[in-house]
């Protein structure tokens, strides 16, 4: 395979400064690995936009909490490096914890406010965890571009918050959800689903369209919108509902009444043992 898989964080950023210095620009991809096509459909964008694309494949230890899934997180290394090279990526740049976070780690990055709601309030420390290790790939790879994708969309918010904030020197670009044929959001999760969970899951993608709808028909109380998808949510037995929200799109603060303004409506269900969020964006 000629796409170079590294591990060793000077080891990228030695090459970075070899691309900028030659004034080429780099795209940085940044996941956890088990890459699918909401994955490829980054790369993609990734190699359109920039002469050499960096995709980490890195599962981020500190974003996991005590309970999390972190031992049991699905990898196929050999299987990212595939799709990376297909797509027309340069690196793959696949550390250990230990070459991110090594002896004395203790330098975080925090984004209050906006990580304390919808999924931060199930998961403290997640956020602070993901802006960490962000800023480190970003300072690594020396990235004019960032891709995430639209389905973590608290993700992808904060990481905005903190680019702004701290006055770096990168674009972030956010791309559409990826769904399988049925609506079902395309992510790594997916994976620890049985036939039947599988099956079930589909209830998200149908609650969120019928939310749609409503707004479509001109319904502004962001109540009215909550109700109608929880009831959706609550016709599958096999949902567990974590949250239901309709939030402002910048400041993720829940919206009171009406919807006068840009809002993001989130969802977080689990089915089974499996916690799923999908979400869409609206504009009035």
């Known amino acids: 395979m000629s796409i170079r898989i590294i591990s060793d964080p000077a080891v990228v950023q030695a090459k970075a ?50 309970n999390e899934d972190l031992d049991k997180y699905p990898r196929d290394l050999d299987a990212d490096a595939a799709m990376c090279e297909a797509e ?5 740049f696949h550390p250990e914890p230990s070459d991110m976070y090594g002896e004395y780690f203790s330098t975080h990055v925090e984004v209050d406010d906006i990580t304390s709601v919808l999924c931060g309030a199930s998961r403290p ?23 995430f ?39 790594s999760r997916n994976k620890y689903l049985n036939p039947e969970e599988r099956k079930a899951a589909v209830i998200l993608s ?12 001109g319904e502004r109380s962001a109540q009215a919108l909550i109700d109608t998808i929880t009831a959706e949510l609550k016709t599958e037995p096999m949902s ?16 009171e009444g009406d ?7 989130a969802i977080a269900v689990r089915i089974g043992s499996t916690r799923l969020i999908d979400n869409f964006s609206y504009e009035v």
């Open 17 to 66: 400064r070899e691309w900028k210095a030659a004034g080429e620009t780099i795209g940085i991809v940044p996941t956890m690995g088990f890459l699918h096509d909401g994955h490829r459909s980054l790369i993609t964008r990734a190699v359109e936009q920039n002469d050499h694309v960096i995709v980490s494949v890195f599962v981020n230890p500190i974003q996991f909490g005590p």
């Open 88 to 92: 027309g990526a340069d690196i793959v």
């Open 125 to 147: 420390g997640h956020f602070r965890g993901v802006t960490t290790v962000c800023n480190k790939l970003f300072n690594i790879s020396k990235a004019d571009r960032a891709y």
């Open 149 to 187: 994708g639209e389905k973590d969309a608290q993700q992808l918010a904060v990481i905005r918050r903190m680019v702004r904030d701290l006055n770096m020197d990168l674009e972030i670009v956010g791309c559409p959800i990826v769904r399988e044929e049925d609506g079902l959001a395309r992510s």
């Open 206 to 217: 149908k609650s969120l369209n019928k939310g749609k709808a409503l707004l479509d028909s």
């Open 240 to 255: 567990d509902i974590e949250y239901v929200s309709v939030v402002d799109s910048i400041t993720l603060k829940d919206v």
């Open 259 to 265: 919807i006068t303004a840009p809002v993001l409506v």
